[in-house]
């Protein structure tokens, strides 16, 4: 278990280098900025290309003023999951610890909800949803 929820049951040996536990999150916006990244984790993460089929999103435009400060961006996307749909959302698969995922959960708030999602690459990670769209 990787200490969050009720899931993922195991943890990606891919993701845990030199015994240190890693958590897959996929990320698709503002979390991929390495700026943003410096600013919540205190350093640039490793990250690897992949995807999520079966998703949607959308630009919510919003004035975050730590947001653009970080990174010019007048708003943010919002995933979701969507079986029905042959879309594919291209990020990242970024490995971080669990303080470091506990620090996304904060930085994401209440708009978002945490799941996790089978990328294209096989490798199950989490992944931030539009709350009013998440699985129940």
């Known amino acids: 278990n990787w200490g969050f929820d009720s899931e993922p049951s195991r943890l990606d040996p891919a993701m845990t280098p030199n015994s240190a536990p890693r958590l897959a999150l996929f990320a698709y916006g503002s979390l991929r900025e390495r700026k943003v990244q410096r ?10 290309p992949d995807s999520v089929q079966g998703a949607c999103c959308r630009w919510v435009d919003d004035l975050d003023a730590d947001l653009f400060r970080l990174t010019g961006q007048r708003g943010y996307p919002m995933l979701w999951l969507d079986a029905n749909t042959p ?11 669990a303080a470091g ?11 978002y909800r945490r799941e996790v999602v089978q990328l294209r690459s096989g490798h199950r990670a989490w992944v931030y949803v539009e709350a009013r769209r998440a699985r129940r």
Do not use: H, K, M, N
């Open 39 to 48: 600013w919540l984790f205190g350093r640039a993460v490793p990250a690897t």
């Open 87 to 97: 879309t594919c959302i291209d990020g990242e698969r970024l490995r971080l610890s």
């Open 101 to 111: 995922l506990q620090r996304a959960d904060a930085y994401e708030g209440d708009a």
